[in-house]
C-alpha cells in the first residue's frame, strides 16, 4: 500500500520550511515589538473546554479523540442503534484538537489568573485543527500565529493592533485591505428590524454577503425565519455608501434608535480616528455585514484581505468581553488578532514576494572531500568557521568532485572549499564562488576564507 497523509494536512519540504520560518520571524518580530510575549498550550484540550465556544457550526468541526484503551466499555446498546450522537460522543470522547488559539488562551489565563499581571499580552504560534473540506487556501491543520490582550477595555488597545497588522504586512510586502465592524452595530440592526433574538441567524447570513450577492442573503434571511418587513428594513443599512466618515454617519442615523448600536458607531469611529493619526499603509474599509461568524465577539471586528491575490481571509480578529466568563472569571476583557501563516504564505508564493535570503540552506561553505588527511584539516576549518558564525559542512564522502559540486548547486550552497593534494601540501585552499564560478587561492585558515566569503567593505 502507498503511503500516504490525511486530506487537508501537508508535508513540508526544506525551501518550503524555509519560507514558513521566514514568516513566522517576521511574525514574531513584530509581536515583540508591541510588548507581547510568547506561550503555548497543549494540541489537546479537553472538550468540555472547546464545546459551545464557535457556535453550532463549529462544534461540528472539531477534532473529537476517542478514549484511550477500552472507550466502549461504558456504551449502552441503546447508544449505537439510536445513533444518539452527542450522547455516544460524551462517554468515548472527552478530549479534542483545539480548534483555534483564543479559547485555550481564555482557558489558560482563568487557570493561570494568580500568576499573571494585567493586561497580560501574549502571542502564540502553534498548529490548530479544523474538520473542514479541504480546498485552497483552507486546511484541516494549519498554523494561527495569535496575539492577545486581556485585562483591559481601552479601545487604544484596537488601534494599536491594527498598526500592529500593518506594520506585519509592510514588513511581508503584501498590498491589504483591513475591513472593520463592531459586533454592537450588528446587535443594533438586530434590533432596529425588530429580531433581536436572531442576532445569530442575521449576522451568520449577511457574513456571507460579499459571497453569495445581496439577493441570495436575503433568501437565507427568509429562510431563518425573518418577516418580508424585516428583510425590507435591513436594506439601507447594508447599502451604505460612500467614504468611511460618511457611512460611519450614515449608519449613526440609521441606528439612532438602538443605545447599543449607536455605541458601536462610537467605538469604530474611536477607532478609526485613533488609526488615521498614527498613519497606515494599508487599505481601511467599514463593512457592515463582517461578522467573522464567531460566537465570542462582542465589539470590534477585524478582518484582513490580500489587495492583490484571491484567497480567504489571511487575518482577523476582535473584542471579546466575556469569553473567560464561561470558565469561571467574569468581567474580564480582551482583545486580539489571528494571523493564517498558511494562507500568508499563499499569498506570498503566488505573487513572488518571497525574498533571496528565505532560502533552504543555511550553509555558507560546502568543503569538498578528496581523502582522509584532506578531509581531517576540512574538518578543523569547518569548525573554525562555525565558532565564528558561519555555517559550514564537509561532504561525507570521497566521491567525484562533480557529484560534489552538484550537491553544493542543488542545496544553493555559495561557496565550495576545495583542498586537494596539492593544496594540503602548500597549506592552501582553494575557494570556489558557486555564482560567478570565480575561484579563489587563499591561506588555509579560518581569517583569510572569511576575507573572501565576507569581504571587508
Known sequence: MKPSIPKGTRDFSPVEMARRNYIFDTIRTVFRLYGYNPV???ALENLSTLMGKYGEEGDKLLFKILNSGEYMKNVEALDTSDINYPRLTSKISEKGLRYD????????????????QMPFKRYQIQPVWRADRPQKGRYREFYQCDADVV???SLINEIELLEMVDEMFSRLRIRVIIKLNNRKVLAGIAE?????????????AIDKLDKIGL???????????LSAEA???LQPILAISGTIDERLDQLETLLAPSETGTLGVKELKTVIDGVKAL???AQLDLDVSLARGLNYYTGTIIEVKAADYQIGSISGGGRYDNLTGVFGMPGLSGV???????????VLSGLDLFPAEAKATATTVLFANFGEAETALSLKLAKGLRNRGLASEVYPDSVKLKKQMSYADSSAIPFVAIIGESELAEGKVVLKNMSTGEQTQVSADVDSIINVILPKA
Open 231 to 233: 428583510v425590507e428594513r
Open 40 to 42: 503555548e498550550t497543549p
Open 279 to 281: 498613519g497606515l499603509n
Open 151 to 153: 485585562g483591559s477595555d
Open 192 to 204: 432596529l428590524i425588530g429580531h433581536p433574538d436572531k442576532i445569530i441567524d442575521i449576522t451568520t
Open 336 to 346: 486580539g488578532v489571528s494571523f493564517g501563516a498558511d494562507r500568508i504564505y499563499d
Open 215 to 225: 439577493e441570495k442573503v436575503n433568501e437565507e434571511l427568509i429562510e431563518r425565519g
Open 101 to 116: 488559539l483564543t479559547v485555550p488562551f481564555a482557558r489558560y489565563v482563568v487557570q493561570h489568573r494568580n500568576e499573571l
